[in-house]
Every structure is written in structure tokens, then in C-alpha cells.
């Protein structure tokens, strides 16, 4: 297995940005990624995903880095949509865009793909509760 150095991944997303300078860079990560967000935030990442809240504190994240990076996901895939009820999806919907989201720079999912045991009704009800909310109402 191949890895890329630090520098080398500058390297890339400035010559991404030398193409286009307004594009935003999404970069995938698994578990708790606390130690490199820094160095991620140096090379020139924008967009982190996932954010998995079982691994990491989404409002850790927000208060540490919310007025840098944009985070992708947020949406728990190993609890909530596969074991809670359609209420508990719309409750956590509501609690991530009221403060990971506060303010914008979230782009809410699932956190991975969800699984075929992931019951439908779980799955609209995250759907639906996010087309359906607007961030004015989250006061």
C-alpha cells in the first residue's frame, strides 16, 4: 500500500487550485482524525468527511474548526438510522443541523452508506425531516 506524503498532497491540491483556485477539496478519513486535522487544514482541505459521531464530537468539531472546514455527514449509521425509531432520526437531524450545522458549513448524511437491514422508514425519515427544515426555523 502506497502512501502519499504531506507534502505531496499540497502539491496536488495546489495544482488543483492553480486549475481552478475556487474549488473545494473534500478528503475522506475513518475514526477519530484529531491529531491531523491541522496538517489536513495546511495542505488546503476543505471539506472534511465523515464526520462518524461515535469517533469524533461533532460540536467539538464545530467550536475547534467549524470557521475553516465544512464537514460532510454527521448522520449516525451504527445506532441511530439502523436501530432507532423514525422519531429518533428526526430528533438527531434536528440536534446536527442545530449545531454542527449552526451557521452553515455542514453537509448532512449518513456518516458511510447505509446498510439493506437499514429500515426504510428510518431512512425517509431523515430524508424527509431534512428537505422539510429550514435553518431559519432552528432557533
Not at 24 to 37: F, L, N, R, S
Not at 56 to 75: A, Q, T
Not at 99 to 127: K, R, S, V, Y
Amino acid at each position: 500500500m502506497a502512501c502519499i506524503s504531506q507534502a505531496a498532497h499540497g502539491e496536488l491540491i495546489g495544482s488543483l487550485r492553480e486549475i481552478n483556485p475556487r474549488i473545494k477539496i473534500a478528503y475522506h478519513t475513518d475514526g477519530v482524525v484529531y491529531p491531523i486535522i491541522p496538517e489536513l487544514m495546511e495542505i488546503g482541505i476543505d471539506v472534511l468527511n465523515p464526520i462518524q459521531p461515535l469517533a469524533m464530537d461533532p460540536i467539538k468539531l464545530k467550536n475547534d474548526y467549524g470557521d475553516v472546514l465544512c464537514f460532510w455527514g454527521s448522520m449516525d449509521i451504527q445506532r441511530t438510522i439502523p436501530y432507532g425509531t423514525p422519531d429518533d432520526v428526526r430528533d438527531e437531524v434536528l440536534l446536527r443541523l442545530r449545531t454542527i450545522g449552526h451557521g452553515g458549513g455542514l453537509l448532512i448524511g449518513p456518516t458511510h452508506n447505509l446498510q439493506l437491514d437499514t429500515p426504510l422508514e428510518n431512512f425517509w425519515a431523515m430524508i424527509h425531516t431534512i428537505q422539510q427544515t429550514s435553518y431559519g426555523s432552528l432557533s
